[in-house]
Protein backbone atom coordinates (compact mmCIF):
# COMPACT_ATOMS: atom_id res chain seq x y z
CA UNK A 1 0.00 0.00 0.00
CA UNK A 2 1.32 3.84 -0.76
CA UNK A 3 2.11 5.82 1.79
CA UNK A 4 -0.45 8.13 3.20
CA UNK A 5 1.32 12.10 3.10
CA UNK A 6 -0.40 14.80 4.03
CA UNK A 7 0.64 18.41 2.94
CA UNK A 8 0.16 21.41 4.85
CA UNK A 9 -0.58 24.56 2.98
CA UNK A 10 -1.76 24.52 -0.29
CA UNK A 11 0.63 27.18 -1.76
CA UNK A 12 3.29 26.78 -4.40
CA UNK A 13 5.23 24.98 -2.23
CA UNK A 14 2.83 22.42 -0.91
CA UNK A 15 0.73 22.48 -4.34
CA UNK A 16 3.98 21.51 -6.19
CA UNK A 17 4.89 18.72 -3.34
CA UNK A 18 1.24 17.19 -3.93
CA UNK A 19 1.47 17.53 -7.46
CA UNK A 20 4.80 15.56 -7.72
CA UNK A 21 3.79 12.68 -5.17
CA UNK A 22 0.37 12.07 -6.98
CA UNK A 23 1.98 11.44 -10.35
CA UNK A 24 3.36 8.54 -8.59
CA UNK A 25 -0.04 7.72 -6.90
CA UNK A 26 0.48 8.45 -3.30
CA UNK A 27 -2.54 8.66 -0.80
CA UNK A 28 -2.31 12.75 -0.91
CA UNK A 29 -3.86 15.17 1.32
CA UNK A 30 -3.60 18.88 1.42
CA UNK A 31 -4.94 20.70 4.11
CA UNK A 32 -5.28 24.33 3.43
CA UNK A 33 -6.28 26.92 6.34
CA UNK A 34 -7.67 29.64 3.34
CA UNK A 35 -11.13 28.91 1.07
CA UNK A 36 -8.85 28.78 -1.64
CA UNK A 37 -5.22 27.29 -2.83
CA UNK A 38 -2.43 29.31 -4.04
CA UNK A 39 -1.02 31.00 -0.48
CA UNK A 40 0.58 34.16 -1.36
CA UNK A 41 0.02 33.49 -5.12
CA UNK A 42 -3.72 34.52 -5.33
CA UNK A 43 -5.45 36.06 -7.55
CA UNK A 44 -8.59 38.41 -6.86
CA UNK A 45 -11.06 39.24 -9.04
CA UNK A 46 -13.35 42.18 -8.78
CA UNK A 47 -15.86 44.01 -11.38
CA UNK A 48 -13.57 42.44 -14.57
CA UNK A 49 -10.55 43.24 -12.91
CA UNK A 50 -7.48 40.90 -11.80
CA UNK A 51 -5.36 41.43 -9.06
CA UNK A 52 -2.23 39.19 -7.64
CA UNK A 53 -1.04 39.93 -3.81
CA UNK A 54 1.74 41.80 -5.15
CA UNK A 55 2.32 41.16 -8.70
CA UNK A 56 4.24 38.23 -9.20
CA UNK A 57 6.11 37.07 -11.65
CA UNK A 58 7.74 33.25 -12.96
CA UNK A 59 11.10 33.01 -13.53
CA UNK A 60 13.19 29.89 -12.63
CA UNK A 61 16.41 28.91 -13.79
CA UNK A 62 15.40 25.24 -13.15
CA UNK A 63 14.20 23.91 -17.08
CA UNK A 64 12.60 20.65 -16.24
CA UNK A 65 10.12 23.31 -13.88
CA UNK A 66 9.39 25.78 -16.45
CA UNK A 67 8.45 22.75 -18.93
CA UNK A 68 6.61 20.80 -16.61
CA UNK A 69 4.66 24.60 -16.06
CA UNK A 70 4.29 25.58 -19.52
CA UNK A 71 2.87 22.26 -19.72
CA UNK A 72 0.03 22.26 -17.49
CA UNK A 73 -0.59 26.12 -18.48
CA UNK A 74 -0.44 25.82 -21.70
CA UNK A 75 -1.93 28.93 -23.62
CA UNK A 76 -2.98 30.17 -20.68
CA UNK A 77 0.72 30.87 -20.08
CA UNK A 78 1.79 34.49 -21.24
CA UNK A 79 5.53 35.71 -22.17
CA UNK A 80 5.97 39.24 -20.37
CA UNK A 81 8.97 42.04 -20.65
CA UNK A 82 9.81 44.04 -17.40
CA UNK A 83 10.62 47.55 -17.43
CA UNK A 84 10.69 48.86 -13.89
CA UNK A 85 11.90 52.38 -12.20
CA UNK A 86 12.65 53.96 -8.98
CA UNK A 87 10.90 57.07 -8.36
CA UNK A 88 13.06 59.50 -6.00
CA UNK A 89 12.68 62.92 -5.09
CA UNK A 90 10.64 64.04 -8.46
CA UNK A 91 12.62 61.79 -10.68
CA UNK A 92 12.72 58.40 -12.56
CA UNK A 93 15.74 56.25 -12.64
CA UNK A 94 16.75 53.04 -13.87
CA UNK A 95 15.93 49.69 -11.96
CA UNK A 96 18.58 48.16 -11.57
CA UNK A 97 20.55 50.84 -10.88
CA UNK A 98 22.67 52.41 -13.69
CA UNK A 99 25.64 54.09 -13.09
CA UNK A 100 25.37 56.27 -16.00
CA UNK A 101 21.30 56.93 -14.91
CA UNK A 102 22.54 58.11 -11.85
CA UNK A 103 25.18 60.55 -13.29
CA UNK A 104 22.86 62.40 -15.57
CA UNK A 105 19.86 62.91 -13.37
CA UNK A 106 21.85 63.68 -9.95
CA UNK A 107 23.06 67.22 -9.86
CA UNK A 108 27.07 67.20 -9.74
CA UNK A 109 27.61 67.51 -6.30
CA UNK A 110 25.41 64.74 -5.31
CA UNK A 111 27.32 63.00 -7.76
CA UNK A 112 30.50 63.68 -6.22
CA UNK A 113 29.74 63.08 -2.82
CA UNK A 114 28.35 59.54 -4.17
CA UNK A 115 31.65 58.44 -6.05
CA UNK A 116 33.70 60.06 -2.71
CA UNK A 117 31.56 57.82 -0.40
CA UNK A 118 32.27 55.61 -2.33
CA UNK A 119 35.76 55.60 -2.38
CA UNK A 120 35.78 55.97 1.51
CA UNK A 121 33.70 52.49 1.88
CA UNK A 122 36.69 50.80 -0.27
CA UNK A 123 39.30 51.63 1.43
CA UNK A 124 37.63 51.20 5.28
CA UNK A 125 36.50 47.80 3.27
CA UNK A 126 40.40 47.02 2.57
CA UNK A 127 42.16 48.76 5.47
CA UNK A 128 39.68 47.98 8.74
CA UNK A 129 38.58 44.75 6.92
CA UNK A 130 34.74 45.56 7.59
CA UNK A 131 32.69 43.07 7.66
CA UNK A 132 29.09 42.42 6.44
CA UNK A 133 26.81 41.77 9.63
CA UNK A 134 23.46 43.86 8.38
CA UNK A 135 22.28 45.01 5.67
CA UNK A 136 23.66 48.58 5.97
CA UNK A 137 26.90 47.41 6.51
CA UNK A 138 26.63 45.52 2.95
CA UNK A 139 25.27 48.20 1.14
CA UNK A 140 27.67 50.60 2.85
CA UNK A 141 30.75 48.85 2.13
CA UNK A 142 29.33 48.38 -1.97
CA UNK A 143 27.68 51.04 -2.74
CA UNK A 144 28.63 54.12 -0.26
CA UNK A 145 27.02 55.89 1.95
CA UNK A 146 25.68 58.44 -0.12
CA UNK A 147 23.69 55.99 -2.39
CA UNK A 148 22.35 53.86 0.85
CA UNK A 149 20.85 56.89 2.21
CA UNK A 150 19.48 57.70 -1.29
CA UNK A 151 18.42 54.77 -2.69
CA UNK A 152 18.33 51.75 0.04
CA UNK A 153 18.53 52.58 3.20
CA UNK A 154 14.75 54.73 3.32
CA UNK A 155 13.26 51.53 1.08
CA UNK A 156 14.53 49.05 3.19
CA UNK A 157 13.30 50.79 6.49
CA UNK A 158 10.07 51.04 4.81
CA UNK A 159 9.92 47.63 4.02
CA UNK A 160 10.74 45.96 7.35
CA UNK A 161 9.29 48.46 9.54
CA UNK A 162 13.19 48.80 11.88
CA UNK A 163 16.22 50.00 10.92
CA UNK A 164 18.55 48.49 8.05
CA UNK A 165 21.36 48.59 11.02
CA UNK A 166 19.23 45.49 12.35
CA UNK A 167 18.39 43.28 9.05
CA UNK A 168 20.77 40.46 8.29
CA UNK A 169 23.22 41.12 5.75
CA UNK A 170 21.56 37.54 4.08
CA UNK A 171 18.64 39.81 3.18
CA UNK A 172 21.09 41.95 0.69
CA UNK A 173 22.89 38.92 -0.40
CA UNK A 174 20.47 37.75 -2.10
CA UNK A 175 18.25 40.14 -3.10
CA UNK A 176 20.20 43.07 -4.60
CA UNK A 177 21.59 41.40 -7.89
CA UNK A 178 24.46 44.56 -8.40
CA UNK A 179 27.48 43.40 -6.70
CA UNK A 180 28.77 46.21 -5.74
CA UNK A 181 29.43 50.02 -7.75
CA UNK A 182 32.46 48.03 -9.83
CA UNK A 183 29.95 46.10 -11.13
CA UNK A 184 27.91 48.92 -12.27
CA UNK A 185 30.27 50.66 -13.75
CA UNK A 186 31.72 47.52 -15.28
CA UNK A 187 28.37 46.84 -17.18
CA UNK A 188 27.56 50.51 -17.76
CA UNK A 189 31.01 49.70 -20.07
CA UNK A 190 30.04 46.73 -21.37
CA UNK A 191 32.83 44.74 -19.55
CA UNK A 192 30.70 42.40 -17.78
CA UNK A 193 28.27 39.94 -19.19
CA UNK A 194 25.44 37.81 -17.93
CA UNK A 195 21.81 38.01 -16.18
CA UNK A 196 21.33 38.14 -12.89
CA UNK A 197 17.50 38.49 -11.96
CA UNK A 198 17.33 41.59 -11.91
CA UNK A 199 18.33 41.94 -14.95
CA UNK A 200 15.67 39.51 -16.43
CA UNK A 201 13.22 41.18 -18.18
CA UNK A 202 11.53 38.02 -19.61
CA UNK A 203 9.08 36.48 -17.76
CA UNK A 204 6.30 34.15 -17.25
CA UNK A 205 2.72 35.41 -16.44
CA UNK A 206 -0.80 33.63 -16.76
CA UNK A 207 -3.55 35.22 -18.75
CA UNK A 208 -5.65 35.15 -15.40
CA UNK A 209 -3.52 36.59 -12.72
CA UNK A 210 -0.70 34.36 -11.08
CA UNK A 211 -2.84 32.49 -8.80
CA UNK A 212 -4.63 30.65 -12.70
CA UNK A 213 -1.15 28.84 -12.70
CA UNK A 214 -2.22 27.07 -8.89
CA UNK A 215 -5.55 26.99 -9.60
CA UNK A 216 -4.69 24.61 -12.73
CA UNK A 217 -2.39 23.05 -10.64
CA UNK A 218 -4.76 22.01 -8.40
CA UNK A 219 -7.55 20.73 -10.68
CA UNK A 220 -3.97 18.00 -12.22
CA UNK A 221 -3.69 17.31 -8.14
CA UNK A 222 -7.63 16.06 -7.78
CA UNK A 223 -7.74 14.18 -11.70
CA UNK A 224 -4.62 12.19 -9.96
CA UNK A 225 -6.64 11.50 -6.98
CA UNK A 226 -5.27 14.01 -4.12
CA UNK A 227 -7.46 15.21 -1.89
CA UNK A 228 -7.63 19.07 -0.51
CA UNK A 229 -9.73 19.73 2.13
CA UNK A 230 -9.80 23.72 2.16
CA UNK A 231 -11.34 26.17 5.49
CA UNK A 232 -8.71 23.61 7.46
CA UNK A 233 -6.07 25.10 9.98
CA UNK A 234 -3.71 22.95 11.43
CA UNK A 235 -4.19 23.36 15.06
CA UNK A 236 -2.58 19.73 16.55
CA UNK A 237 0.34 17.02 15.90
CA UNK A 238 0.46 13.39 17.48
CA UNK A 239 3.71 12.18 18.43
CA UNK A 240 4.75 8.49 18.35
CA UNK A 241 8.67 8.07 19.46
CA UNK A 242 10.16 10.14 16.55
CA UNK A 243 7.21 10.41 14.33
CA UNK A 244 4.21 12.19 13.95
CA UNK A 245 1.17 10.17 14.21
CA UNK A 246 -1.72 12.11 12.70
CA UNK A 247 -2.40 15.62 12.68
CA UNK A 248 -6.03 17.79 14.01
CA UNK A 249 -6.95 20.85 11.94
CA UNK A 250 -9.80 23.21 12.70
CA UNK A 251 -12.67 23.29 9.86
CA UNK A 252 -15.84 25.43 10.47
CA UNK A 253 -15.59 25.22 14.24
CA UNK A 254 -15.07 21.48 14.14
CA UNK A 255 -11.78 19.50 14.90
CA UNK A 256 -10.84 16.81 13.01
CA UNK A 257 -8.03 13.88 13.58
CA UNK A 258 -6.26 12.50 10.47
CA UNK A 259 -3.67 9.83 10.54
CA UNK A 260 -0.37 9.81 8.31
CA UNK A 261 2.96 7.89 7.12
CA UNK A 262 4.69 11.04 6.87
CA UNK A 263 3.90 14.99 6.72
CA UNK A 264 5.24 17.72 4.23
CA UNK A 265 4.81 21.25 6.20
CA UNK A 266 4.41 24.34 4.59
CA UNK A 267 2.99 26.19 7.10
CA UNK A 268 5.10 29.13 9.14
CA UNK A 269 7.94 27.01 10.79
CA UNK A 270 6.87 29.04 14.38
CA UNK A 271 3.48 27.75 14.09
CA UNK A 272 4.11 24.18 13.05
CA UNK A 273 6.34 24.46 16.38
CA UNK A 274 3.38 25.31 18.12
CA UNK A 275 1.07 22.57 16.83
CA UNK A 276 3.63 20.10 19.03
CA UNK A 277 2.44 18.64 22.58
CA UNK A 278 3.91 21.41 25.51
CA UNK A 279 5.80 19.16 27.17
CA UNK A 280 8.22 18.25 23.81
CA UNK A 281 8.30 22.20 22.95
CA UNK A 282 9.90 23.61 26.16
CA UNK A 283 12.57 25.36 25.39
CA UNK A 284 12.09 26.01 21.26
CA UNK A 285 9.05 27.72 22.01
CA UNK A 286 11.14 31.07 22.65
CA UNK A 287 13.39 30.41 19.42
CA UNK A 288 9.83 30.42 17.67
CA UNK A 289 8.84 33.47 19.21
CA UNK A 290 11.82 35.42 17.99
CA UNK A 291 10.75 34.53 13.99
CA UNK A 292 8.34 37.66 13.22
CA UNK A 293 6.87 38.19 9.74
CA UNK A 294 6.18 41.52 8.40
CA UNK A 295 2.56 41.96 6.73
CA UNK A 296 1.28 43.80 3.86
CA UNK A 297 -1.61 45.37 3.00
CA UNK A 298 -2.68 46.20 -0.61
CA UNK A 299 -4.23 48.69 -1.59
CA UNK A 300 -6.50 47.91 -5.24
CA UNK A 301 -7.81 50.56 -7.43
CA UNK A 302 -9.84 50.75 -10.29
CA UNK A 303 -8.73 53.54 -12.54
CA UNK A 304 -11.14 54.91 -15.81
CA UNK A 305 -8.00 55.56 -17.75
CA UNK A 306 -6.29 53.55 -20.66
CA UNK A 307 -2.83 53.16 -18.98
CA UNK A 308 -1.07 54.93 -16.69
CA UNK A 309 2.42 54.27 -17.39
CA UNK A 310 4.89 51.44 -19.28
CA UNK A 311 6.42 50.12 -15.90
CA UNK A 312 5.64 46.92 -14.26
CA UNK A 313 7.22 47.83 -11.02
CA UNK A 314 7.48 51.22 -9.70
CA UNK A 315 9.77 51.43 -6.46
CA UNK A 316 9.13 54.03 -3.98
CA UNK A 317 12.23 54.95 -2.04
CA UNK A 318 11.48 57.81 0.03
CA UNK A 319 10.11 57.02 3.56
CA UNK A 320 7.43 59.95 3.45
CA UNK A 321 5.46 57.97 1.08
CA UNK A 322 3.46 55.21 2.39
CA UNK A 323 3.76 52.14 -0.19
CA UNK A 324 6.66 50.62 -1.48
CA UNK A 325 5.67 49.87 -4.92
CA UNK A 326 3.96 50.91 -7.55
CA UNK A 327 2.02 48.49 -9.83
CA UNK A 328 -0.05 48.38 -13.05
CA UNK A 329 -1.79 44.99 -13.76
CA UNK A 330 -2.13 45.08 -17.31
CA UNK A 331 1.55 45.27 -17.85
CA UNK A 332 1.80 41.81 -16.58
CA UNK A 333 -1.98 40.89 -18.41
CA UNK A 334 -3.58 42.72 -20.57
CA UNK A 335 -6.37 40.36 -19.18
CA UNK A 336 -5.97 42.12 -16.21
CA UNK A 337 -9.01 44.84 -16.87
CA UNK A 338 -11.45 45.20 -19.51
CA UNK A 339 -11.16 47.43 -22.33
CA UNK A 340 -9.80 50.80 -22.08
CA UNK A 341 -9.44 50.71 -18.44
CA UNK A 342 -6.25 49.95 -16.11
CA UNK A 343 -6.11 49.61 -12.31
CA UNK A 344 -2.99 50.25 -9.78
CA UNK A 345 -2.17 48.13 -7.05
CA UNK A 346 0.17 49.53 -4.14
CA UNK A 347 1.95 47.42 -1.74
CA UNK A 348 2.07 49.08 2.02
CA UNK A 349 4.10 46.88 4.68
CA UNK A 350 2.73 46.96 7.94
CA UNK A 351 2.90 45.12 10.91
CA UNK A 352 -0.43 43.33 11.61
CA UNK A 353 -2.66 45.01 13.81
CA UNK A 354 -0.98 48.12 13.35
CA UNK A 355 -2.42 51.89 12.30
CA UNK A 356 -2.30 51.24 8.48
CA UNK A 357 -2.98 47.03 8.71
CA UNK A 358 -6.05 48.21 10.90
CA UNK A 359 -7.40 51.82 9.16
CA UNK A 360 -10.08 52.02 6.87
CA UNK A 361 -10.20 51.92 3.52
CA UNK A 362 -10.98 55.10 2.86
CA UNK A 363 -8.36 56.73 4.83
CA UNK A 364 -5.63 54.10 2.88
CA UNK A 365 -7.47 55.20 -0.12
CA UNK A 366 -6.77 59.36 0.68
CA UNK A 367 -3.51 58.53 2.03
CA UNK A 368 -2.13 57.18 -1.12
CA UNK A 369 -4.03 59.17 -3.49
CA UNK A 370 -2.37 61.85 -2.02
CA UNK A 371 1.21 60.40 -2.40
CA UNK A 372 0.39 59.11 -5.82
CA UNK A 373 -0.24 62.51 -6.67
CA UNK A 374 3.07 63.80 -5.11
CA UNK A 375 4.55 61.17 -7.40
CA UNK A 376 3.28 62.54 -10.53
CA UNK A 377 0.26 60.23 -10.82
CA UNK A 378 -2.57 62.04 -10.11
CA UNK A 379 -5.71 59.79 -10.71
CA UNK A 380 -7.82 61.48 -7.83
CA UNK A 381 -10.63 61.67 -10.27
CA UNK A 382 -10.45 58.96 -12.34
CA UNK A 383 -11.06 56.25 -9.56
CA UNK A 384 -13.81 53.94 -10.19
CA UNK A 385 -13.60 51.67 -6.86
CA UNK A 386 -11.03 50.36 -4.64
CA UNK A 387 -10.89 47.66 -2.29
CA UNK A 388 -7.85 46.21 0.14
CA UNK A 389 -6.04 42.77 0.45
CA UNK A 390 -3.99 41.58 3.02
CA UNK A 391 -1.28 38.79 3.47
CA UNK A 392 -0.34 38.49 7.51
CA UNK A 393 2.99 36.55 6.30
CA UNK A 394 4.72 38.71 3.91
CA UNK A 395 8.20 38.71 4.16
CA UNK A 396 9.93 36.63 7.26
CA UNK A 397 12.04 39.48 8.87
CA UNK A 398 15.49 38.53 8.85
CA UNK A 399 16.64 39.81 12.02
CA UNK A 400 20.47 39.68 12.71
CA UNK A 401 20.32 36.36 14.52
CA UNK A 402 17.22 34.99 12.73
CA UNK A 403 19.20 32.33 11.43
CA UNK A 404 20.78 30.74 15.02
CA UNK A 405 16.83 30.99 16.08
CA UNK A 406 15.79 29.55 12.93
CA UNK A 407 18.15 26.45 13.30
CA UNK A 408 17.20 25.83 16.70
CA UNK A 409 13.58 24.84 15.23
CA UNK A 410 15.25 22.78 12.35
CA UNK A 411 17.00 20.92 15.05
CA UNK A 412 14.11 20.05 16.79
CA UNK A 413 12.27 18.81 14.16
CA UNK A 414 14.59 16.58 12.34
CA UNK A 415 13.94 14.30 15.34
CA UNK A 416 11.11 13.43 14.10
CA UNK A 417 11.73 11.60 10.98
CA UNK A 418 8.65 11.12 9.13
CA UNK A 419 8.35 15.17 8.88
CA UNK A 420 9.84 18.00 6.37
CA UNK A 421 9.17 21.29 6.91
CA UNK A 422 10.06 23.49 3.56
CA UNK A 423 8.54 26.47 1.37
CA UNK A 424 9.12 30.06 2.24
CA UNK A 425 6.62 30.24 5.43
CA UNK A 426 8.11 26.30 6.51
CA UNK A 427 11.54 27.36 5.93
CA UNK A 428 11.41 31.13 7.17
CA UNK A 429 13.52 32.34 4.18
CA UNK A 430 12.92 34.90 1.34
CA UNK A 431 12.43 32.41 -1.53
CA UNK A 432 10.85 32.94 -4.77
CA UNK A 433 7.80 30.59 -6.24
CA UNK A 434 10.07 29.08 -8.06
CA UNK A 435 12.24 27.70 -5.73
CA UNK A 436 9.74 27.07 -3.56
CA UNK A 437 8.15 24.98 -6.03
CA UNK A 438 11.55 23.34 -6.15
CA UNK A 439 11.50 22.39 -2.69
CA UNK A 440 7.88 20.85 -2.61
CA UNK A 441 9.23 18.71 -5.48
CA UNK A 442 12.65 17.92 -3.59
CA UNK A 443 10.45 16.97 -0.24
CA UNK A 444 7.99 14.70 -2.27
CA UNK A 445 11.30 12.84 -3.80
CA UNK A 446 12.95 12.13 -0.43
CA UNK A 447 10.13 10.96 0.86
CA UNK A 448 9.52 8.72 -2.29
CA UNK A 449 13.11 7.45 -1.86
CA UNK A 450 12.75 7.30 1.97
CA UNK A 451 14.98 9.91 2.93
CA UNK A 452 18.63 9.37 0.53
CA UNK A 453 18.57 13.30 -0.06
CA UNK A 454 19.28 14.89 3.43
CA UNK A 455 16.10 17.55 4.74
CA UNK A 456 18.55 19.89 5.64
CA UNK A 457 19.71 19.87 1.44
CA UNK A 458 15.75 20.59 0.79
CA UNK A 459 15.76 23.17 3.11
CA UNK A 460 18.35 24.75 1.97
CA UNK A 461 18.10 24.85 -1.40
CA UNK A 462 19.25 27.81 -3.26
CA UNK A 463 20.88 29.67 -0.58
CA UNK A 464 24.28 30.29 -1.76
CA UNK A 465 25.32 33.56 -0.41
CA UNK A 466 24.80 34.64 -3.79
CA UNK A 467 22.22 36.19 -6.23
CA UNK A 468 18.80 33.71 -6.35
CA UNK A 469 18.49 34.61 -9.75
CA UNK A 470 21.07 34.38 -11.91
CA UNK A 471 20.85 32.63 -15.72
CA UNK A 472 16.63 32.48 -15.35
CA UNK A 473 15.07 30.32 -18.00
CA UNK A 474 12.37 32.67 -19.06
CA UNK A 475 10.62 33.60 -22.06
C1 LIG B 1 4.38 41.16 -2.29
C2 LIG B 1 5.01 39.90 -2.79
C3 LIG B 1 5.44 39.82 -4.11
C4 LIG B 1 6.03 38.65 -4.61
N1 LIG B 1 6.44 38.59 -5.92
C5 LIG B 1 6.98 37.44 -6.40
C6 LIG B 1 7.35 37.34 -7.79
O1 LIG B 1 7.19 38.25 -8.57
N2 LIG B 1 7.91 36.17 -8.21
C7 LIG B 1 8.10 35.11 -7.38
O2 LIG B 1 8.58 34.06 -7.83
N3 LIG B 1 7.75 35.17 -6.07
C8 LIG B 1 7.20 36.31 -5.56
N4 LIG B 1 6.82 36.38 -4.24
C9 LIG B 1 7.09 35.22 -3.36
C10 LIG B 1 6.05 34.09 -3.53
O3 LIG B 1 4.76 34.59 -3.26
C11 LIG B 1 6.38 33.00 -2.51
O4 LIG B 1 7.70 32.57 -2.72
C12 LIG B 1 5.49 31.77 -2.60
O5 LIG B 1 4.14 32.09 -2.45
C13 LIG B 1 5.89 30.80 -1.47
O6 LIG B 1 5.09 29.65 -1.54
P1 LIG B 1 4.86 28.74 -0.24
O7 LIG B 1 3.92 27.67 -0.63
O8 LIG B 1 6.18 28.37 0.30
O9 LIG B 1 4.19 29.71 0.84
P2 LIG B 1 2.72 30.44 0.81
O10 LIG B 1 2.40 30.92 -0.55
O11 LIG B 1 2.77 31.43 1.90
O12 LIG B 1 1.74 29.24 1.19
C14 LIG B 1 1.61 28.75 2.51
C15 LIG B 1 0.19 28.22 2.66
O13 LIG B 1 0.02 27.66 3.97
C16 LIG B 1 -1.28 28.00 4.44
N5 LIG B 1 -1.30 27.89 5.92
C17 LIG B 1 -0.68 28.71 6.80
N6 LIG B 1 -0.94 28.29 8.07
C18 LIG B 1 -1.73 27.20 7.96
C19 LIG B 1 -2.31 26.31 8.93
N7 LIG B 1 -2.13 26.45 10.24
N8 LIG B 1 -3.10 25.29 8.46
C20 LIG B 1 -3.29 25.10 7.11
N9 LIG B 1 -2.74 25.91 6.18
C21 LIG B 1 -1.97 26.95 6.59
C22 LIG B 1 -1.49 29.40 3.92
O14 LIG B 1 -2.86 29.78 3.92
C23 LIG B 1 -0.88 29.30 2.52
O15 LIG B 1 -1.83 28.91 1.56
C24 LIG B 1 6.22 37.54 -3.72
C25 LIG B 1 5.79 37.62 -2.39
C26 LIG B 1 5.20 38.78 -1.93
C27 LIG B 1 4.75 38.86 -0.48
Redesign the pocket.
Known amino acids: MKKKILV????????SAAWELSKYGYDITV????SR?????ITNEYKGYRF????????SKNKELVENVCGIMGDELLTSHRKSVILLKGKTFEYPLSARDIFLKMDIWTNMKAFTSYLIAVFTKIVFRKKDVSFEDWIVNRFGRTLYNLFFGPYTEKLWGVSPKFISSDWASQRISLLNLKDVLFRLFKLKKGTPRTYARG?FYPKKG?GQMFDIMSEEISKMGGKIVLN????GIKVNNNAIESIC?VQRGVTRTVDCDAIIS???LP?LIK?FPGHLTGDVMKHASVLQFRA?R?LNILVDIPDISDNTWMYVSEGKHIMT?IQEPKRRSPFSAPEGKTSVML?IPCNENDETWSCSKEILLNRCLADLKELGLDIRDKVIDYFTTC?T???PVYSLDYSMHRQKLFDFLDCFENLIT?????TFRY???????E??IAAAQTLMLDNLCKKEDVQLMRSEKELIEVTSVTA
Do not use: W
Request: charged content about 15%; hydrophobic content about 35%; proline content about 3%.
Open positions: LGGGPCGLIEKEVGGLCDLGGHRFIYIATVSYTIPDTVFREVHGYCGRQGIFMDTAMMG
